[in-house]
T-cell receptor, first 114, second 113 residues
Framework: DGGITQSPKYLFRKEGQNVTLSCEQN?????MYWYRQDPGQGLRLIYY???????QKGDIAEGYSVSREKKESFPLTVTSAQKNPTAFYLC?????????????FGSGTQLSVL | KNQVEQSPQSLIILEGKNCTLQ??????????LRWYKQDTGRGPVSLTI?????NTKSNGRYTATLDADTKQSSLHITASQLSDSASYIC????????????FGAGTTVTVRA
């Protein structure tokens, strides 16, 4: 998976609970991203970060939070405010957020609600 | 409305046969178009990338074409193998300052022996 590790592979959330998805990369990439994948839909951007200690909201950031304290780590927290969290979550990275840089994806985390 | 539409939604082919997947987009201005392959329960992996000036790009048995005038792309799989069973996602990058990516919903290909 291009040096990106996501954990856990499967995660279950109880109502009212916050859960955190881990994403670590050893590619020395500057940019990191979180996407949500739902059946029959294209990937949707939740948050992205171009440098350490900086991140930007994507198209569906409500109910999610992130941090970028280290270059190699970009954890995603799904808060209790996200009312429909069941989805497949993909973390990705790229050397820079420029025109032709391809994304390297992790293996994903399937989040389900108990 | 999604700016990237893929068809068909799914298809089943016999091993050894060819197939073609379609991608229509409305993203403008356009920077590049990339096809990804996503195995079930895994992350997508890049197959090809084409910029505005490129008409075709091959990667082994995968050949992508691009018609920037009609905003259409296709991915052709030749002599399919069981390992080609996956979802194929078309991704278009805009040429505006934020380099926004627009993802298609994917075409699920099932190759049967």
């Amino acid at each position: 998976d291009g040096g990106i590790t996501q954990s856990p592979k499967y995660l279950f959330r109880k109502e009212g609970q916050n859960v955190t998805l881990s994403c670590e990369q050893n590619l020395n990439h500057d940019a990191m991203y979180w996407y949500r994948q739902d059946p029959g839909q294209g990937l949707r951007l939740i948050y992205y970060s171009q440098i350490v200690n900086d991140f930007q909201k994507g198209d569906i950031a409500e109910g999610y939070s992130v941090s970028r304290e280290k270059k190699e780590s970009f954890p995603l927290t799904v808060t209790s405010a996200q009312k429909n969290p069941t989805a497949f979550y993909l973390c990705a990275s790229s050397p820079r957020q420029t025109t032709n840089e391809k994304l390297f994806f992790g293996s994903g985390t399937q989040l389900s609600v108990l | 409305k999604n700016q990237v539409e893929q068809s068909p939604q799914s298809l089943i082919i016999l091993e050894g046969k060819n197939c073609t997947l379609q991608c229509n987009y409305t993203v403008s201005p356009f920077s590049n178009l990339r096809w990804y392959k996503q195995d079930t329960g895994r992350g997508p992996v890049s197959l090809t990338i084409m910029t505005f000036s490129e008409n075709t790009k091959s990667n082994g048995r995968y050949t992508a074409t691009l018609d920037a005038d009609t905003k259409q792309s296709s991915l052709h799989i030749t002599a399919s193998q069981l390992s080609d069973s996956a979802s194929y996602i078309c991704v278009v990058r805009g040429a505006s300052n934020d380099y926004k990516l627009s993802f298609g919903a994917g075409t699920t290909v099932t190759v049967r022996a």
